[in-house]
Nanobody
Framework: QVQLVESGGGSVQPGGSLRLSCSAP????????MGWFRQAPGKEREGVAF????????FYGDSAKGRFTISQVNAKNTVYLQMDSLKPEDTAMYYC???????????????????WGQGTQVTVSS
């Protein structure tokens, strides 16, 4: 069974930064989609940022564009999400996800992912 190990959540003031990491130490993540969804209380799950590990192409949700950066370290089966200029509306549980699919300009669908992390909380508050 694929295990996704997440770390890096926490509390930060508006304008601050956090870096999330997600690794799949026992799995082959080549030619996969790996990235992050988030879900705030009372809201639908939202795609944040993804990397297509085979090509290195990335996709960002509208809320992440210009502020978040996703990167991968293939040798460690790990992706990082650098989140800068955080806003209170970024407060959510962030879930790492691993799946397969072809790159599209519309981004991956939830149904492309069959492995999920347990989530890490990000809270942005003054």
């Amino acid at each position: 069974q694929v295990q996704l190990v997440e770390s890096g959540g926490g509390s930060v003031q508006p304008g601050g930064s956090l870096r999330l990491s997600c690794s799949a130490p026992e799995s082959d993540v080549s030619n996969s989609i790996m990235g992050w969804f988030r879900q705030a209380p009372g809201k639908e799950r939202e795609g944040v940022a993804f990397v297509y590990t085979g090509s290195g192409m990335t996709f960002y949700g509208d809320s992440a564009k210009g502020r978040f950066t996703i990167s991968q370290v293939n040798a460690k089966n790990t992706v990082y999400l650098q989140m800068d200029s955080l806003k209170p509306e970024d407060t959510a549980m962030y879930y790492c996800a691993l799946g397969r699919g072809w790159y599209t300009s519309l981004g991956p669908k939830t149904s492309d992912f069959n492995h999920w992390g347990q989530g890490t909380q990000v809270t942005v508050s003054s």
